[in-house]
């Protein structure tokens, strides 16, 4: 999926000449905590909430408040791992798309979220599998290999650096059977290293549970 197909046209872009109580309007309404600021289709970036709200910081109309988020912006034909990229390197709810440098709407991180919520990756039955290893000991078709000869398949990975060791990767895998100690057991004696392994439909695994497995997959 792409971001042109994710902008959500429900959020309102405001013009620098709009006043306070409108922003203030349209982020209650809209349940956002920014809106992008948009003038003559060229976006010039989000105000914030905090910033209106700010006592110290009280002027009549949207554009004399700074704004945050410039660069916080993505082509209409970016994928949506990209459009995730961008937004956790701004930490922003919101990333505004632009194509032919004209501004075409912006893509709430949590409707990238509901619309992943929809793939196999996460309704499925089956479990999570993460492990670790160095790159150059990296293979996805070994390890597909050893999950299709227990008769299981690799519904989806995702590979990032190891937090505590630079010089490891962090693979998780999201796998269709349940029962995957003969899995775990196979990917050890293949040199992987298992760090945890749960079944996503065990009664244990609650919403706080999906969600975290859920952004593992979409950490970029």
């Known amino acids: 999926m792409i971001a042109e197909q994710l902008i959500n046209y429900m959020v309102p872009p405001l013009k620098p000449s709009d006043d306070i109580a409108r922003a203030k309007q349209w982020m209650d309404e809209f349940r956002v905590k920014a ?12 105000i914030s909430e905090e910033l ?44 505004a798309v632009i194509s032919d440098e ?10 990238i979220l509901n619309e992943f919520a929809k793939t196999a990756i996460v309704n499925a039955e089956g ?3 993460t492990l670790q290893t160095s790159l150059n000991d990296y293979s996805l078709s070994e390890i597909s290999r050893v999950v299709e000869m227990n ?21 998780v895998l999201r796998i269709n059977h349940q029962d995957v100690n003969q899995i775990s057991t196979g990917l050890s004696n293949s040199g992987y290293k298992v760090t945890s392994s749960f079944n996503t439909e065990d009664n244990s695994f609650d919403e706080k549970d999906r969600f975290g497995m859920l952004m593992k997959f979409l950490d970029p």
């Open 151 to 171: 008769g299981s398949t690799v519904l989806g990975a995702n590979v990032k650096p190891d937090l505590d060791d630079p010089s490891l990767i962090e693979i």
């Open 35 to 46: 809106l992008p600021v948009v003038q003559d289709e060229h976006f010039l970036g989000f």
């Open 102 to 111: 004209k501004f075409k709407g912006v893509v709430l991180i949590s409707d």
């Open 127 to 129: 479990a999570i599998i």
């Open 52 to 95: 209106l709200y700010d006592a110290d910081i009280l002027h009549p109309e949207v554009g004399a408040y700074p704004l945050m988020g410039e660069t916080c912006i993505i082509s209409a034909f970016s994928h949506y791992y990209d459009i995730l990229r961008v937004q956790n390197d701004h930490q922003l709810e919101m990333v």
